[in-house]
């Protein structure tokens, strides 16, 4: 009989959400352990514990088809974690590896806006689609690419950096990344505080920002303000959706994709963000592609997005 | 017995080359004719009965596997050319169908930088590879690109128009296709010309180029002066491989290749644009990426180039 569950792991830097899925994308049960056990050996050690009282709860690991996990810098190809800066472990991990001994069923990794689009691909709004790339507006912005029903890995792995393209060629903002310019800069979380900033400091206008101190506002306030009618904020999210749309145009000239789709924190802003984006990229577009590309919100459960889109790489193996 | 030959088709706005080609990229044999015969079916016709005494020579159509033809606006998915603005047949012409039907073997066309990058990875310098760019710097630039050993086509068969991504974004140049600012406009040979007539309308500096009408300077007079020594040539060649090698490093942020590889007439400029590409790209990269993507220029013999990449989709027929 075919396997019918699959785990998903959802490593963050501060907490490690896992779950049991079924094949149509229902979490049958979740839990989480804290991710910052310096140990590596110790950490695998208690997400096993924690991670086995769920699948008896299903009928034990027989039931279980394989483990997908979306990691910071997880590397598909080789299995392992590679220098993530946000973890506690230095070098290079072998998590896929370490998950599988553990366990005793396959198991497979990859980065988490990856993990996302297979989600997407597998339960959500993309599915039935080939080709679409997803793009994920959060802290930062990462991107899974998908290509004839399959995630564009590329040579070594680490293909779909799309959050790195540069948008800004002279005198952009700087990236945590250590370069200027790049679409992050602009559009993520982080980004959309600056760009509030950078327009308070500049303008003269009045807005309900100018209540909140600078250095505090943040991408739920623009977006509270904008809600309420605030013009200053409002040009925020348009000025973010212009530079998503005159990127997404360019990305369109690469793989042709059915959709764009787009997931995380600035998603939640709808029409706000969607339609300077809609507006821009078609603006953008070569002649062939105008009216043709969608750009979708995700449809995944926010909360169990990211762990459904790991669990999802668990049905491949 | 395994079929040993197939036929490749480059299809011009005025000449359509043709050829037989074995499984070494050998042309065993070529010839050519008009491409201005406003009679599709006439055009086809004449095709087939030049084409035809070639066959004959290597022992007629059962040895035959397949036909591959690369065309100006090629759809691989519908096998149609699609509103092509250089050939002298209007709408959608069902291409791939009507050699299927006059030659009684598979045949199926793409466009021409397609056709060049399944060239380059059937019988050049990307054999082996599974995941690389071809970057094609004519009088326009186009781009096929591989991923997992195959073509990436998309969502409609449009994919990889690399030469239409925006690289200045604000009073950008006009570009034939009707938007501005695309990386066509700046380093296509037509792009070098117009960066040639720039530099010298805008600086008084001394340049060979200026014994030339300005209207009628090449991309070829920018080279022949370059090779002199000339420095406002030199700095026209390396304003046009700053332009590719920023453009390059979001390239490899999209798909992570192994390789890029240039082909068509600026290629020939060697280290004249290599160095600067390669300065720029390495600038511009993740880190992860810094020193691990190559740039290299196409093997195929130049005259049989495109032939051969056609020929080549007729292996996979």
Same mark, same amino acid.
């Given at each position: ?9 959802? #490593? ?16 049958? =049960? ?70 599988? /001994? ?10 988490? =806006? ?19 790339? #997803? ?48 679409? /992050? =800069?602009?559009?993520? =979380? ?11 400091? #500049? ?23 904008? #809600? ?90």
């Amino acid at each position: 009989m075919e396997k019918p569950y699959v785990i998903g792991i959802d #490593m963050g830097g501060t907490n490690t959400a896992f779950g049991i899925v079924d094949t149509r994308g229902n979490v049958i =049960a979740k839990s989480a352990i804290k991710t910052d056990n310096p140990d590596i050996e110790a950490y695998v050690q208690e997400l096993k514990e924690e991670c086995t009282k769920l699948i008896e709860s299903v009928g034990g690991i027989d039931k279980i088809k394989g483990i997908g996990a979306g990691c910071p810098n997880g590397n598909y190809y080789t299995g392992n974690i590679e220098f993530a800066p946000n973890l506690p472990w230095e070098g290079v991990v072998p998590f896929a590896k370490m998950l599988t /001994e553990a366990f005793g069923v396959p198991a497979a990794i990859t980065n988490d =806006a990856n993990a996302a689009a297979v989600g997407e691909m597998t339960y959500g709004v993309a599915r039935g689609m080939k080709n679409f790339i #997803m793009i994920t507006l959060g802290t930062g912005v990462g991107s899974g690419i998908v290509i004839d029903g399959k995630i564009v890995y590329g040579h070594d792995g680490f293909a779909g950096e799309l959050g790195h393209v540069n948008v800004v060629r002279n005198n952009g903002r700087m990236c945590g990344c250590g370069r200027s310019g790049c679409l /992050e =800069a602009y559009t993520s =979380a982080t980004g959309v505080a600056r760009s509030a900033r950078e327009i308070l400091e #500049m303008s003269q206008t009045d807005s309900q920002l100018r209540s909140i101190p600078a250095e505090s506002i943040t991408s739920k306030d623009v977006f509270d303000a904008a #809600m309420n009618g605030d013009e200053v904020a409002k040009e925020i999210f348009n000025y973010t959706g212009k530079i998503l749309g005159e990127s997404f145009a360019d990305f369109v000239a690469f793989s042709a994709p059915e959709a764009i789709v787009l997931f995380g924190g600035l998603a939640k802003a709808g029409d706000l963000i969607l339609n300077p984006i809609v507006e821009n990229m078609e603006k953008n577009l070569l002649p062939i592609w105008k009216d043709k590309v969608k750009v979708l919100f995700s449809t995944l459960k926010d909360a169990d997005a990211a762990l459904l889109g790991a669990s999802a790489l668990g049905w491949e193996l």
